[in-house]
């Protein structure tokens, strides 16, 4: 596989990885950074948790939108899929359980986050994906197999998002479903593509009862 996002800086905040009792991986969306996404770690009130965040080479993912066919966005997409594979793997080396590992995601990095969690079902803390959906053609075929056991799950987005058409988020919310994960969507009317209050202290709650 191409490495194409393998050498770019993580970045860290909260608790040291072997003292945290738990981690969310964050991931930026187009255009912004892995700075940009950690600094929302500061909005959630908890200090047992460490926060990464990777970084994009070029601060994009995958160069097409997210609906485009799979193979458009090859081979930045397998390299950004691995780069959080290989994040989970480094906690769970670190002694934290995949169920108390969050992965959270805006925008580009929304559609990641769904994506991945839909390729790689298990047991997770918590899977956030902030105004985003799956990626692929609207006709390209989902993963059907494995479970998410449980994992809650929230998705949320604006239903005017110019970038995140709402059947999209509509589909990801079902086939997530579908796999096993306890879905949370919420469509927020006139919203911006931003991330709101709301969205904050669902993740907020999700920390609280994970980080124990």
């Known amino acids: ?9 993580i970045l860290t905040t909260g608790a040291p990885l072997p003292q945290a009792r738990a981690a969310m991986i964050m991931i930026h ?12 770690a500061h909005e959630f009130d908890m200090d047992d948790v460490a926060y990464l965040a990777p970084q994009a080479a070029n601060n994009t993912w995958y160069p097409y939108r997210f609906i485009e066919p799979i193979e458009r966005n090859e081979p930045w997409l397998s390299s950004a899929l691995q780069v959080i594979d290989d994040l989970i793997k480094r906690g769970v080396a670190s ?17 990641l986050t769904l994506e991945y ?12 994906g902030l105004s985003g ?5 609207d006709d390209a075929p989902h993963h059907t197999t494995g479970s998410l056991a449980g994992t809650p799950i929230f998705i949320g987005c604006s239903d005017v ?12 919310a079902q086939i997530l479903g579908q796999l096993g994960g306890v879905v ?3 469509i927020y009317p006139g919203m911006d593509h931003t991330i709101n209050q709301d969205e904050v202290d669902f993740v907020n709650g999700l920390l609280q009862e994970i980080a124990v």
């Not at 969306?29 to 929302?40: C, H, N, V, Y």
């Not at 108390?100 to 995601?105: N, R, T």
């Not at 969690?117 to 956030?128: E, L, S, V, W």
């Not at 959906?133 to 053609?137: E, N």
């Open 133 to 137: 959906g799956l990626i692929g053609a």
């Open 29 to 40: 969306g187009r255009g912004a950074s892995a700075e940009d996404i950690l600094a929302l």
């Open 184 to 186: 949370t969507e919420r």
């Open 1 to 9: 596989m191409n490495k194409l996002h393998q050498d770019q800086p």
């Open 117 to 128: 969690a839909a390729r790689h079902p298990q047991r997770y803390g918590g899977i956030i």
């Open 95 to 111: 002694g934290i359980p995949a169920e108390h590992l969050v992965l959270l995601g805006f925008s580009q990095g929304a559609c």
């Open 161 to 172: 998002d110019f970038h995140i058409p709402l059947d999209r988020v509509h589909k990801a």
